[in-house]
């Protein structure tokens, strides 16, 4: 037997132990259980706007942002909360809102997004969105996930033959 297939054997139990653990590979600590669950349930419970940063701690301009967004959170305490979402973690949730580029804040009130902040931003554009959004009138979620269309118009039926045939119609 080779010591590459021995090694293997040996590895496996201690890989199946740590999966099961929650772990996502070598090295890593277990993700804390239904963690993106609990998440979700910050953004969607929340009596008060929240700021979804979507981050990586690999990405230099998310970092950049940070200090900003915490000390929003503090200004605005009461009135709007933070929750962070890594997007290398809680892909679930980065999917579902559609991230594509990060840094990204969403800002979501009443169970839909508000407002979307691309890239990094200076402080007082996430303020002003956040102001915006405090501003708006609640809206239940219902209400606000697809405008109405338009009720039908009365189609007048002479002009509607005349206009099909090409014609003018006179009087």
């Known amino acids: 037997m080779s010591a590459i297939s021995e090694f293997t054997r040996a590895m496996v139990p201690v890989l199946l132990a740590a999966v099961a653990a929650g772990a996502a590979g070598p090295g890593d600590t277990p993700a804390p259980v239904d963690s993106s669950n609990q998440i979700a349930a ?12 979507f981050w990586a701690p690999w990405c230099g301009p998310c970092r950049m942002v940070t200090p900003a967004l915490q000390q929003i ?16 973690i809680h892909r679930r949730i980065s999917a579902y809102f559609g991230v594509v580029s990060i840094p990204a804040v969403y800002i979501v ?4 997004v508000r407002a979307v902040l691309q890239g990094a931003q ?4 996430y303020k002003r969105a956040l102001d915006g ?18 009720a039908p118009q009365p189609v007048d039926s002479a002009k509607a033959d005349s206009s099909a045939a090409g014609g003018e119609k006179t009087e």
Request: charged content about 35%; overall charge positive; cysteine-free.
């Open 122 to 125: 200076a402080k007082e554009e």
């Open 73 to 88: 959170a503090k200004e605005y305490k009461g009135r709007a909360t933070l929750v962070k979402v890594n997007i290398d």
């Open 133 to 150: 959004v405090l501003a708006m009138k609640d809206t239940p979620p219902d209400s606000a996930a697809a405008p109405k269309p338009a």
């Open 42 to 53: 910050r953004i969607i419970d929340s009596k008060v706007p929240v700021l979804v940063d």
């Open 109 to 112: 009130r009443n169970k839909v």
